[in-house]
């Protein structure tokens, strides 16, 4: 892009006062601020203006979920099924590992913090010790795509590389960098967080699949023969990956995408509920979940809305190329933003200052015709570390991973 194209842009979008430190910079300098400027997606900066019209919800209806009684009485079919597609290479594995452990008390990727109390037990070490579980029931290995962030991609790739991926086999482990997204003040004016170089950050875990082409990472799926992808976050250190019986049930129900849920502990339990909306099935977020909707009973006198996800979902690739062109819905998150003051000096604020723009990959599960909510023990695959005591935190993990004969 040159200056004046960038101009051009920028006046569009009334961005100008982004080349205000132009002049200062090296050569090398102005092609990053130029590029980075062609780069960035300006038409959804102005929805924070009208934001309150992004989070409309339509009409909710139950959508019931594959519970563990009819898992457990078709357990041997679902798991050949599951282990058919494994088997013949049709099944991928996506990591989204882009988060910091700043709530941890780590400056390291997420992925890097030791859960272990005697040994050293990192939380990627705990991730692909379950997936090669299933390469060794399969007998075959899954391609493991880790999804990181301009933020921890190299810590990440070094770590892993000289952990040697802990036992797995490195010519089946892709690392791609998800795509960034400006950070604004409460006007839609993007921060420059340097004088050549706008304020970003990660544009949220619902970016995975368009950062997996843009890495050129679709090419490679499409050789291998990969059907189905299994997507899921970094910060749950007992869940099940590419679980043969979970694939085999979507497959064999003829749905296009799966979810795995947890009956939620409690009405008001942090986790998005799994239903339908306007007859497609959708994913209600916690803080969405109206006192009607959480009190409401199913013909058995359950409550309706009783399984919460995990983030743990399986999509078609021929499903998510299909939805590829569609904009998903924009979340508009409120923010701490380091940026440049009037004087050209950084500060980092103490209070949130603007806006982050994010796409969720609960959302993607909206544009599928199709989805199998399926029911896992909590106990089993549910050990989210968010906070380092308390509810969802390493203290509850680990406990969790010694009931299940984890040695920490």
């Known amino acids: 892009m040159t200056l004046s194209q960038a101009k051009e842009k920028l006046e569009k979008y009334g961005q100008q006062h982004l080349l205000k430190y132009y002049d200062e910079l090296s050569e090398k300098e102005k092609e990053a601020l130029l590029a980075q400027i062609e780069a960035t997606d300006m038409d959804v900066l102005e929805s924070c203006k009208h934001k309150e019209e992004l989070v409309k919800k339509g009409e909710i209806t139950p959508l019931k979920a594959m519970q563990l009684p009819e898992i457990q009485a078709n357990q041997e079919t679902f798991t050949a099924k599951g282990l058919e597609a494994i088997r013949a290479g049709k099944v991928g594995a996506v990591l989204l590992a882009g988060g910091m452990g700043t709530r941890l008390g780590s400056d390291n990727p997420k992925g890097m913090f030791n859960v272990g109390l005697t040994r050293e037990l990192y939380i990627f070490e705990c991730i692909i010790n379950n997936l ?15 999804m990181t962030s301009d ?13 040697d991926f802990f036992g797995y086999r490195a010519d089946h482990v892709h690392f791609f960098t998800q795509e960034m997204a400006a950070a604004t003040d409460y006007q839609g004016k993007i921060y420059l967080e ?5 304020s970003t ?14 890495a050129g990472l679709l090419d490679m799926v499409h050789s291998q023969g990969i059907e189905w992808m299994n997507v899921f976050a970094v910060d749950n250190v007992l869940q099940r ?29 942090k986790v998005g509920v799994i239903c339908l909306e306007d007859g497609r099935p959708s994913i209600v977020e916690y803080y969405d979940l109206t006192e009607e909707l959480a009190s409401a009973k199913d013909e058995n006198g359950d409550p309706a809305y009783y399984f919460g996800v995990i983030l743990n979902y399986l999509f078609s690739v021929t499903e998510l190329e299909r939805i590829l062109e569609k904009r998903l819905p924009l979340h508009i998150v409120e923010k701490k933003i ?15 200052n603007g806006y982050k723009y994010e796409n969720l990959v609960l959302d993607m599960i909206h544009q599928m015709e199709s989805c199998l909510p399926f029911e896992v023990e909590r106990e089993k695959e549910f050990a989210p570390i968010k906070n380092m005591t308390g509810i969802d935190s390493v203290e509850s993990a680990r406990a969790l991973l010694q009931k299940n004969g984890v040695q920490l």
């Open 194 to 198: 340097e004088k050549g170089k706008l």
């Open 241 to 269: 990956i590419a679980d043969p019986c979970f694939v085999g049930a979507t497959i064999q129900k003829n749905c296009v995408a799966g979810a795995k849920v947890v009956r939620k502990n409690a009405p008001d339990e």
């Open 151 to 163: 933020k921890n991609h190299d810590a990440t790739v070094k770590f892993l590389t000289e952990h």
């Open 338 to 352: 380091p940026y440049l003051n009037e004087a050209g000096e950084l500060v980092k604020p103490e209070a949130p």
């Open 201 to 214: 950050s990660p544009n949220g875990n619902g970016g995975w699949f368009v950062s997996m082409k843009n």
């Open 132 to 146: 090669l579980d299933v390469v060794h029931q399969a007998q075959a290995w899954v391609h493991l795509f880790v």
